[in-house]
């Protein structure tokens, strides 16, 4: 899982956790909110049944009772309405059954399950106490009012979540736009592709690597540099003769191995061996310095005379000694070369 999508999970999990906290002391509230308000609603409706119905109750008239609780029982809020003479002897009870409604989850009820509350009252008639009425709210009326709110809550909280993992989404994308640039830096650094991130982010953290990245490949590139200057260096040392710069000894003999392996393809070639005599009585006669010159032009009439031929090889094989293969030459071409090379040296 990429960075950022780990970053999304965590903050919808504590969004989720947030929302979930939030829900339930909602909830909580809301249902001692509602407790509270079934209560006084019980205790308003028993009090007024009481007055009302105080004459028909003294006179224990059944129906007149009946009509009067059923004109309020009608309305569903309540789950029974029993009235009662002095003596506790049931003039009339209406009751409803406790069921739910299908719509508010079975879990949703264990969770925050409840008792309504039941509220009695005396009723008095011409100053003499003549029953009782008792009211108790209807529970699945509280537990559809609860649900309604927190399905309200969930929908709300939804549609705000996706709305914030949008915004999110593309927030922490461009926070961590410079992670990608890093990305690329490396992925360039291990092809020898020396690339610097001009654009620094403000974020400090981000800001460092960026910085720290920078100075790396600056680093890496100077040393490759210099690694590539040594390797070139000693190249030119192992290969090149120091006073002609031609090809040495070592150069002279892997090229003319790599020729006679191939002579098939290369066809004849003609190889001119010069050899400077006495060298050493030259050292003494003419000094170091103007035989090394001596050696120097033999050398350089030898290289232009390589230049005019195609796969030619030119060099020095000891100190008194040169070589250079022409190929593809025949015998009026050898003649007039070694005269002109005979003539100039």
Known sequence: ?????????????????????????MSDSSKSMLLNQLESHSEDTATHLGLYMAPFIAEEDSAGIETIVNAI?????????SVTNFDDVDLFTALRSPEISEEVPRWFVKLIEFDTPNFRIEVTHAWSKVGFVTVKSRAGYAYEELWKGTQTTL????????????????????????LKSIEEQATALANREYIEVTKIPKTKELKSVVVTMNSMIQ????????????????RRTAYRDELTELANSRAINAQLSNKLDNRDDEGPCTLFYVHI???????????????NNLIKQVAQK????SESHLGSIVGRISGADLVLLLSHTDNETTRRESTTLLEEC
């Open 1 to 25: 899982m990429s960075l950022l999508n780990q970053i999304i999970a965590a903050v919808f999990a504590v969004l989720i956790g947030l929302v979930s906290g939030t829900i339930y002391i």
């Open 155 to 178: 929908i709300w909280f939804i549609t705000l979540s996706l709305i914030c993992v949008i915004f999110l989404s593309s927030l922490i994308r461009l926070i961590l736009r410079p």
């Open 73 to 81: 029982f009608d309305s569903g809020y309540y789950e029974k309405i």
């Open 277 to 291: 005599t006495d060298l050493t009585a030259l050292n003494n006669k003419l000094g170091e310095e103007n035989a």
């Open 302 to 305: 030898l290289k232009r005379l």
């Open 219 to 234: 680093r890496v590139r100077t040393m490759f540099d210099e690694q590539s200057r040594n390797i070139e260096e000693l």
